[in-house]
T-cell receptor, first 110, second 124 residues
Framework: QSALTQPRSVSGSPGHSVTISCTGT?????????VSWYQQHPGKAPKLIIY???KRPSGVPDRFSGSKSGDTASLTISGLQAEDETDYYC??????????FGGGTRLTVL | QVQLQESDPGLVKPAETLSLICTVS??????????WGWIRQPPGKGLEWIGT???????YFNPSLKSRITMSMDTSKNQFSLKLTSVTAADTAVYYC????????????????WGQGTLAIVSS
């Protein structure tokens, strides 16, 4: 199974919105509503911010939202803040009891 | 609150076996419907799912690593472990153990609780 495709980098200005895409196939992203998103600051463990495509764990601000269309899932961060500048990873069920991550996206807050 | 802590593997020589233990506190690993996972991240690179173990020792592995992986649980110590055989420099990575945010297999990819990670370096 191949890694999901994410843009290497995205950027946005404080207070604005940015969307990170995660493209897979009908065998993973497109086949199941089991996409999660992680935020990872340097030297830290990843933090779950979105699961099951669009659900937020308790404590995650509603500035973070997720969606999916076809084989592409998206993470949207609205009201960008300086602390949002870091790496983001998507993850999807890939069938046959396998999970696959995306390659990661570096978000820069301008 | 569940907490996870990976053991320190130290330096591992090429072709040898990497052994890691994840010690869990605040949650019994014997509780059914909870899945426990291993994920790794090579320096400067992305995340890779290694595998998942479930109550009773049922395991699921990344196909690309399947032939080299063993996972087990030690319920008396509330620990689960990972062994990766025939390691090469490509196995150098930070290894994380994690538990999903919810229960059931469909939640096993929603990793809400992570250890701090441990760096395994493969070098002679």
């Amino acid at each position: 199974q191949s890694a999901l495709t994410q843009p290497r980098s995205v950027s946005g200005s404080p207070g604005h919105s940015v969307t990170i895409s995660c493209t897979g196939t009908s065998s993973d992203v497109g086949g199941y509503d089991l996409v999660s998103w992680y935020q990872q600051h340097p030297g830290k463990a990843p933090k779950l911010i979105i699961y099951d495509v669009g659900k937020r764990p308790s404590g995650v601000p509603d500035r973070f939202s997720g969606s999916k269309s076809g084989d592409t899932a998206s993470l949207t961060i609205s009201g960008l803040q300086a602390e949002d500048e870091t790496d983001y990873y998507c993850c999807s069920y890939g069938g046959s009891h396998n999970w696959v991550f995306g390659g990661g996206t570096r978000l820069t807050v301008l | 609150q569940v907490q996870l802590q990976e053991s320190d593997p130290g330096l591992v020589k090429p072709a040898e076996t990497l052994s890691l233990i994840c010690t869990v506190s605040g949650h019994s690993i014997t509780l059914t419907n909870y899945y426990w996972g291993w994920i790794r991240q090579p320096p400067g690179k992305g995340l890779e799912w290694i595998g998942t173990i479930y109550h009773g020792g049922i395991t699921y592995f990344n196909p690309s690593l399947k032939s080299r992986i063993t996972m087990s649980m030690d319920t008396s110590k509330n620990q689960f472990s990972l062994k990766l055989t025939s390691v090469t420099a490509a196995d150098t990575a930070v290894y994380y153990c994690a538990r999903p945010y919810g229960t059931g297999w469909v939640s096993s990819g929603n990793l809400g609780y992570w250890g701090q990670g441990t760096l395994a370096i493969v070098s002679s």
